[in-house]
């Protein structure tokens, strides 16, 4: 594990060093270790958990390397990646696809609206959470980043309001996090990004998904919705309140729906030195999206509190404990029972290019 992450390393300061003679042509890339502390739990986190997914032992969540070409009217992003995120959220696709962060490539059709065309694998138009953790406020993601696409792929046509606060971006995808469209759903779908940003302190968001996840032969179309707001209250403080909504078929002819709000708070000590509280519900009556032991409708709560320490302008070292918990106990522990709680310490180190 530690010599393929300093071959990554090595590698990305050398490509980004190259890249510097080509301004069209950028090498960027991520790795992200981790240990999780958890005691009278399983090896591995909980069946809707992809990121950070081992308990009680030193592993690589994420490393990408990435290419991104961009010039006036043609741009293309390829980036390969290992670790759990790949290993456990490409599960179902086919072997060669699951090495593909993003592959895509796009041609600008308005320089006046900026609008683009694009075609390939992109990352998820939907939430405000990347598998990148770098970018996002707590180490780990939320119940419901985890269980909404976070890649996709088909086609993308987006462009910009001419005073440039307001983005469209509209999708024709494979599918519900598809890379290749599974047997038996021969009906493509759909999706939307609208993003209005009046200033550099806010920014407010709503994406959607339109088609079908099951097979043709159910004849049950999924619609899901994401909604977020993502402010600076002052220089120090920071929120993200976001609230998601889907329905789709669980029998046949049996519609049902779910929910899930969330609420982030950051605050910035110092250049260094920052903390971050995230609680979050996550409501499957019919389990939909996540299936539970019992069989039971088992509402689901998260709570997190992160510290970050920026060790350089490249490096960051992560601390986060984290909550689960449910009225109904299905959560495994390692004497075969099951518990209404889980909590974890994780520890986490990464390193952007």
Request: glycine fraction near 6%; hydrophobic fraction near 35%.
């Amino acid at each position: 594990m530690l010599k393929y992450l300093i071959c990554v390393i090595m590698l990305l300061s050398y490509s980004n060093s190259y890249a510097q003679k080509d301004s069209t042509l950028k090498f960027s890339g991520y790795a992200e270790l981790y240990y999780t502390v958890s005691k009278n739990y399983p090896n591995q986190k909980p069946s809707f958990i992809y990121n950070h997914k081992r308990n009680n032992q030193l592993a690589l969540n994420l490393a990408v390397i990435s290419a991104n070409y961009n010039d006036k009217d043609t741009r293309a992003n390829l980036g390969l990646m290992a670790g759990d995120y790949s290993q456990f959220n490409y599960e179902g696709e086919p072997d060669w696809a699951k090495f593909i962060y993003e592959a895509n490539f796009g041609v600008l059709i308005s320089k006046k609206r900026n609008v683009w065309i694009d075609a390939g694998i992109f990352p998820s138009h939907i939430g405000f959470e990347t598998p990148i953790a770098n970018d996002c406020w707590s180490a780990s993601r939320s119940i419901v980043s985890e269980n909404s696409p976070y890649y996709e792929a088909g086609i993308r046509l987006s462009g910009n309001s001419l005073n440039k606060k307001s983005s469209l971006a509209i999708y024709y995808l494979n599918g519900w996090q598809k890379i290749i469209k599974p047997d038996g759903i021969s009906h493509p779908s759909f999706g939307l990004q609208y993003t209005y940003t009046p200033n550099d302190q806010f920014t407010f968001n709503y994406s959607n998904f339109i088609g079908r996840y099951q097979p043709d032969s159910l004849n049950s179309v999924r619609f899901y919705n994401d909604f977020y707001i993502k402010g600076l209250i002052s220089k120090k403080w920071g929120m993200i309140i976001g609230f998601d909504f889907g329905s789709d078929s669980y029998e046949l002819d049996k519609r049902g729906w779910w929910f899930a709000p969330v609420f982030m708070t950051q605050y910035k000590l110092n250049q260094r030195n920052s903390f971050s509280f995230r609680t979050e519900y996550f409501y499957d009556q019919n389990q939909i999206i996540i299936k539970n032991p019992f069989n039971k409708n088992s509402p689901l709560l998260g709570c997190s509190l992160n510290y970050d320490y920026v060790v350089t302008k490249k490096s960051l070292l992560r601390i986060e404990y984290k909550n689960y918990s449910s009225n109904n106990g299905i959560f495994e522990n390692s004497t075969g029972g099951y518990d209404n709680n889980q909590n974890y310490l994780n520890v986490g180190f990464s390193i952007k290019l």
